[in-house]
């Protein structure tokens, strides 16, 4: 039972983008998905694919409210890497039957389907930010993904002060929001 | 209200900077009038987007760093280490029905060739040409004494040069890569840079194959350069990837931008892309860039009668290119260039920082 509650630790450093943590995890469980992805014709570069998204399903649940594994870590890991080779696999029509390993998997449907909408969102964002056109995606990355403060921002974009910098920003900002909104409703 | 006001005062909500006596207001206008609280609904939903925007990009930049280390490391392997050991488990089991095969593949090709040259002699030249430049020496010329007035210092005595290519720096420590039928039409060979400065070269290991050589700058004027912006691909590129490219079509850098339209190059070879994108002679050796800034290709050659249609060598060779450059001797270590410092940069931006590291090669 330790080790449960070991492992949720791990995950709620993974959730605080812990370096180390993202380390630890790799190098315990990397091999052993590498070899699945191998054994059911895949290549190395798509094994690191398949766990960068896993890594990132993995985030999105950690970052959850509340959140709590209930499973080992790995059993964990290993089923979402199976369920998304084997939607890669069908996608490419390389349908093979799967070499099981003797690991066990617990159901992650959900979990996967919640992921492709929080990627769906990622993209519809990503998007909209490519068509503000500049310097508002500048503007807005560095306050809102690149957490810079008003005063910096001003300094480096020229403003002559936070207040100016901070005008522009809500201005950039509904620009934004309704290049998102149109997406989003289009892809509803 | 006003909207900006509005979404201004929807941040500082969210945020829990608003003073109590604001709060309340706020909750009651937002209670009172629909269209208010529907744009805080949305508002709020624009803003935990942009939260898990950042945090996601965060998130996987400690991917990619971590993963790089592990690939450093040796946990996770490369692709080609797993290609490499099937090929030879492959060679070992049907060595001699290749060996068959190949020397009736030699017979073929040979009289094929044979054949094609007969024919072509005849019929002039064929629908594919290098694009190596002839330089107008006059051009060449008025350019320098234009320079010189210019920059009012003496310039070196060049000899005449017949030939006009492109060339890329792959390590800074001088090694550059170009077309293999670019220095195969030239005795002596300089590369000059956007400055106008240049060096002369030679070139130490040509592949005729894949139609790439590397030269070497042997001029003592010349100082080694650090930190070469781009990276080169190991992987291919994808259909209706965008590219551009920088060359020497003239004596002045020339930027061209396209598409990759085809990941096979004439007949099918598939060492080779074929590009949409405007090149002329001398563009030849130039660098075909990604928008990250990686290297994906060579431009070698155009179809002269199809318009737009350009062939570049597919990046990797280059590292085969090295390899095979080491194995034969190469004493000076090179190291190609493994990360590129353009992502997310405007194309401009990119275009300087890259510029000072292609060179015009010429040569008689």
Redesign the interface.
Known sequence: MSNYLQENELLRGLAA?D?DV??AI??DN??MV?AFI?NNSG???EA?DIF?ET??VL?EKA?LEGFELNCQLKTYIYSVCRRLWLKRLQQMQRYSSLVENVEDSVPVEEDIEQHEK?NA??LM??AAMNKIG?PCKSL?EAY????KNMQEIAGEFGYTNADNA??QK??C??R??KL??AQYKNGQ | MDEILLIEAVERYLKGEMPAQEKAFFEEIRKNDPAVDQMVVEHTFLFHELEKQSGIKAYKHSLYEVESKMVEEGLISRSQLKGKAKVVFLWKKYKKNIAVAASIAVLVSLTTTGLIIAYNNKAGNSAVTDLIGKVKNTEMEVSKIKDSLKANKIIRETPKPDFRATGFLIDGKGYIVTNAHVVNRMRTIYVENNKGEYFSAVSVYTDPNADLAILKITDTAFRPMANLPYSIKKTNSDLGEQIFTLGYPRNEIVYGQGYVSAKSGDEGDSTAYQLSVSVNPGNSGGPVLNKHGEIIGIITSKNSIADGVVFAAKSKNIYSLVDAFKKAGDTMNIKLPTNTGLKGLEREQQVKKIEEFVFMVVGN
């Open positions: 983008n370096r993202i380390e790799y190098r990397y091999p590498q191998l290549n190395s570069d690191r960068q890594m990132i985030y970052t929080h969102g990622f964002m990503e500049e807005l809102y993904i690149q957490k901070k005008t809500y201005k900002l509904l934004l929001k998102f909104f």
